[in-house]
């Protein structure tokens, strides 16, 4: 069945970077576009960045842009976001999802998610 | 930016219907996708396209979408059905691609 499992989350000072990891199984990754969506605790749902298919683009929310970097690598099934610059209103669960289609913009799997937290 | 708006809470008996709203302009020129969320899991895809049902979404769930307003409909509501639901359209023009409604908690009584 299709999984998606994030890693790479932890706790950072602000001005911090991390990068999240997200290993896809159980359906052929290199045909779907691939998101990072957030929620903040006790808070609702913030579309985070996409990524095409082939990884030929890149889309990201004005909150994000400039900051985050979405990437991919088709060979080794597996969805990116590196997260630079980080602020207290980054603090959040980071979900990697899939979309539906190649470019549907919505989201047929989530994974369990990752709790990014920015703190000094 | 596009803006969804969704009431904070619906309330309904066991084999009642639940509908939740979703409103915003013009939204009956975009596909309207609905998401589940049950505390301490991941959000769950239970209508797309307004009113598709993925594989393995009881039939008790349909969506609909008129003028400025869609609706997820939940036929004889099940106390598992609690949880938190949230609408979401694609508006290329808006700072977020992606737009979320801010969610309403459906309680069971």
């Known amino acids: 069945q299709v999984q998606l499992v994030e890693s790479g989350g932890g706790v950072v000072q602000p001005g911090g970077s991390l990068r999240l990891s997200c290993a896809a199984s159980?359906?052929?990754?290199?045909?779907?576009?691939m998101h990072w969506v957030r929620q903040a605790p006790g808070k609702g749902l913030e579309w985070v960045a996409f990524?095409?298919?082939?990884?030929?683009?890149?889309y990201y929310a004005d909150s994000v842009k400039g900051r985050f970097t979405i990437s991919r690598d088709n060979s080794e099934n597996t969805l990116y976001l590196q997260v630079n610059g980080l602020r207290a209103e980054d603090t959040a669960l980071y979900y990697c999802?899939?979309?539906?289609?190649?470019?549907?913009?919505?989201?047929?799997?989530w994974g369990q998610g990752i709790l990014v937290t920015v703190s000094s | 930016s596009y803006v969804l708006t969704q009431p904070p809470s619906v309330t309904v008996a066991p084999g009642q219907t639940a509908r939740i709203t979703c409103g915003g302009n013009?939204?009956?020129?975009?596909?309207v996708h609905w998401y589940q969320q049950k505390p301490g899991q991941a959000p769950l895809l239970v209508v797309y396209?307004?009113?598709d049902r993925p594989s393995g979404i009881p039939e008790r769930f349909s969506g609909s979408n008129s003028e400025n307003t869609a609706t997820l409909t939940i036929s004889r509501v099940e106390g598992g059905d609690e949880a938190d639901y949230y609408c979401?359209?694609?508006?290329?023009?808006?700072?977020?691609?992606?737009?979320f409604g801010g969610g309403t908690k459906l309680t069971v009584l």
């Open positions: 013009t939204i009956g020129s975009k596909r």
């Open positions: 990524i095409p298919y082939d990884g030929s683009d890149e």
């Open positions: 979401q359209v694609w508006d290329s023009r808006s700072d977020h691609f992606v737009v």
């Open positions: 159980g359906f052929t990754f290199s045909s779907y576009g």
């Open positions: 999802a899939k979309d539906r289609r190649s470019r549907g913009w919505f989201f047929d799997c």
């Open positions: 396209d307004n009113s």
